[in-house]
C-alpha cells in the first residue's frame, strides 16, 4: 500500500515536472519493477530508483521525506557527543536547548491526539512564528550541522534529544530518552498558537487556572506542573524573545533547586519598570515571573515547591520522570538506544 501511494503521488508530481521540462528532448520508455521497501532504504533512494533521470531530479528537492529507520542506523553515542561539544564552547546555549525540547514537546493535546514532538514540527517557520516560540530559530540554526553530519537523524529526535544531553550538561538528572520519533513532512502538523503557557493571566487564581489547562491537556497533574517548573532553575529570559528580563537563579548554566528555594525564601517584590510585570529579588538582579510566583501562592501547587526546596534528589526524580514523560507524549514504537 505504501509503494501504491508513493507511486501516485510520484505520478501527480512528475505531471508538474514534466509540464517544466516539456521542450526536453524525449527519453526511451522504462520498465519498472518495484521492489519490497526495506528499513535500511532511505525513501529518496527508493524514489530515485523508481523515478530515475531528469525527472526525478526535478522533483526530489521539494519533498522531505520523514526518517523510518533512525534508531537502526543513527549512532546517537556521536550525536551525544556532539552536543555535549556545543554545549561545551558555550554553556549558555544549554538552557536554550532545554526550551527548544520543552517546546517541541509542549503542544501535544491528549484528546485531539496531535502536537508534541514526534514530527520535529519546530523546524517550520510556522512553528517558530508562535509568539512563545521567539528565539528559537537561533537553537535550531545551532543543531542543523549535527542534523546534516548524521543521515537518518529525525529532527524531532534531534530536538528531544538535545534538551535532555543540555540538562546533563548542566549537572541535571539523567533523563530517560528513546529514539523512533518521525518527522513530519510539512507544516500542516504544526498545531495553533497558543498551547504553550503563558507567564500572566491577569491574576494569580487565573494564572493557575491556566496553567492547569495547558498542562491538564497534555495529561500532567500539579506535582508534574511543579516539578517542571523546575527547568527555570536554567537561563535567562530576554526582552527581545518574551519581553521579561533576568534570569530565576544565580547559576543560570547550573541544574539544581535553587529555583523552588528561591521561591520559598526570597521576598519577591513588584519590579518597577515599562515591560511586563515581573518580581525582582532584594538585589534586583534576579528575576520571577507571576507564573512562577503562583506556585507559593496556590496551596496544592506550594506543598511540592516546599518539598523540593527541602530535598534536590526528590526534585531530580520527579523532573526526570515528568520531562522524560513530556518529551514522549503522542509518540509510538520508540526505542531504547
Same mark, same amino acid.
Given at each position: =500500500?505504501?509503494?501504491?501511494?508513493l507511486?501516485?503521488?510520484?505520478f501527480?508530481v512528475?505531471?508538474?515536472?514534466?509540464?517544466?521540462h516539456?521542450?526536453?528532448p524525449?527519453?526511451a520508455s522504462?520498465? =519498472?519493477i518495484l521492489e519490497?521497501h526495506s &528499513?535500511?532504504q532511505?525513501?529518496r533512494g527508493w524514489?530515485?530508483?523508481i523515478?530515475g533521470?531528469?525527472a *526525478?531530479?526535478?522533483f526530489?528537492? @521539494?519533498i522531505?521525506?520523514?526518517?523510518?529507520a533512525? !534508531? $537502526?542506523?543513527?549512532d546517537?553515542g556521536?550525536v551525544r557527543?556532539?552536543l /555535549?561539544?556545543?554545549? !561545551?564552547?558555550?554553556?549558555?546555549?544549554g +538552557?536554550? /536547548?532545554?526550551?527548544l525540547?520543552?517546546?517541541?514537546?509542549?503542544?501535544?493535546?491528549?484528546? =485531539?491526539?496531535?502536537?508534541?514532538?514526534g514530527?520535529g514540527?519546530m523546524?517550520?517557520?510556522e512553528? /517558530?512564528?508562535?509568539g512563545?516560540? !521567539?528565539?528559537l530559530?537561533?537553537?535550531?540554526g545551532?543543531?542543523?550541522?549535527?542534523?546534516?553530519?548524521?543521515?537518518?537523524?529525525s529532527?524531532a529526535d534531534l530536538? #528531544?534529544l538535545?534538551g535532555?544531553v543540555?540538562?546533563?550538561? &548542566?549537572?541535571?538528572?539523567?533523563?530517560?530518552w528513546?529514539?523512533?520519533r518521525?518527522d513530519?513532512?510539512d507544516p500542516? *502538523?504544526?498545531?495553533?498558537?497558543g498551547r @504553550?503557557?503563558?507567564?500572566?493571566?491577569g491574576?494569580?487564581?487565573?494564572t493557575a *487556572?491556566h496553567?492547569?489547562?495547558?498542562? %491538564?491537556r497534555m495529561?500532567f497533574n500539579?506535582q508534574?506542573?511543579v516539578a517542571?517548573a523546575?527547568a527555570?532553575a536554567l537561563?535567562?529570559?530576554h !526582552?527581545?524573545?518574551? %519581553?521579561y528580563?533576568?534570569p530565576?537563579?544565580p #547559576? +543560570?548554566?547550573t541544574?539544581?533547586?535553587?529555583?523552588f #528555594? @528561591?521561591l520559598?525564601y526570597?521576598?519577591w517584590? +513588584?519590579?518597577k519598570?515599562d515591560?511586563p510585570?515581573?518580581?525582582?529579588?532584594?538585589?534586583?538582579?534576579l528575576m520571577?515571573?507571576?507564573?512562577?510566583?503562583v506556585?507559593?501562592?496556590?496551596k496544592?501547587?506550594?506543598k511540592?515547591?516546599d518539598?523540593?526546596?527541602k530535598?534536590?534528589a526528590?526534585?531530580?526524580?520527579?523532573?526526570? &520522570?515528568?520531562?522524560q514523560?513530556? $518529551?514522549?507524549l %503522542?509518540?509510538?514504537d520508540l526505542v531504547?538506544?
Amino acid at each position: =500500500m505504501r509503494s501504491l501511494v508513493l507511486l501516485i503521488g510520484l505520478f501527480a508530481v512528475n505531471t508538474h515536472a514534466l509540464s517544466i521540462h516539456r521542450n526536453a528532448p524525449p527519453r526511451a520508455s522504462t520498465v =519498472m519493477i518495484l521492489e519490497p521497501h526495506s &528499513a535500511l532504504q532511505s525513501r529518496r533512494g527508493w524514489l530515485n530508483r523508481i523515478a530515475g533521470g531528469a525527472a *526525478a531530479s526535478a522533483f526530489l528537492p @521539494l519533498i522531505s521525506f520523514p526518517c523510518e529507520a533512525s !534508531a $537502526e542506523t543513527v549512532d546517537y553515542g556521536s550525536v551525544r557527543s556532539d552536543l /555535549l561539544d556545543l554545549i !561545551a564552547k558555550d554553556p549558555n546555549k544549554g +538552557p536554550t /536547548l532545554v526550551r527548544l525540547a520543552w517546546h517541541s514537546s509542549g503542544t501535544y493535546d491528549k484528546m =485531539m491526539k496531535n502536537g508534541g514532538s514526534g514530527g520535529g514540527t519546530m523546524r517550520f517557520k510556522e512553528e /517558530l512564528a508562535h509568539g512563545a516560540n !521567539a528565539g528559537l530559530d537561533k537553537a535550531v540554526g545551532w543543531l542543523e550541522p549535527i542534523h546534516t553530519k548524521n543521515p537518518g537523524l529525525s529532527y524531532a529526535d534531534l530536538y #528531544t534529544l538535545a534538551g535532555v544531553v543540555a540538562i546533563q550538561a &548542566a549537572k541535571g538528572p539523567a533523563v530517560g530518552w528513546r529514539a523512533g520519533r518521525v518527522d513530519a513532512v510539512d507544516p500542516s *502538523a504544526v498545531t495553533p498558537d497558543g498551547r @504553550l503557557p503563558g507567564a500572566d493571566k491577569g491574576s494569580p487564581k487565573n494564572t493557575a *487556572a491556566h496553567l492547569r489547562s495547558i498542562f %491538564g491537556r497534555m495529561g500532567f497533574n500539579d506535582q508534574e506542573i511543579v516539578a517542571l517548573a523546575g527547568a527555570h532553575a536554567l537561563g535567562y529570559c530576554h !526582552a527581545d524573545a518574551s %519581553g521579561y528580563v533576568g534570569p530565576w537563579t544565580p #547559576t +543560570p548554566t547550573t541544574f539544581n533547586n535553587a529555583y523552588f #528555594t @528561591l521561591l520559598s525564601y526570597v521576598q519577591w517584590t +513588584p519590579k518597577k519598570w515599562d515591560g511586563p510585570a515581573q518580581f525582582e529579588d532584594p538585589s534586583g538582579k534576579l528575576m520571577m515571573l507571576p507564573s512562577d510566583l503562583v506556585l507559593v501562592q496556590d496551596k496544592s501547587f506550594k506543598k511540592y515547591v516546599d518539598i523540593y526546596a527541602k530535598s534536590e534528589a526528590t526534585f531530580f526524580k520527579d523532573f526526570a &520522570a515528568a520531562f522524560q514523560k513530556l $518529551e514522549e507524549l %503522542g509518540c509510538k514504537d520508540l526505542v531504547e538506544v
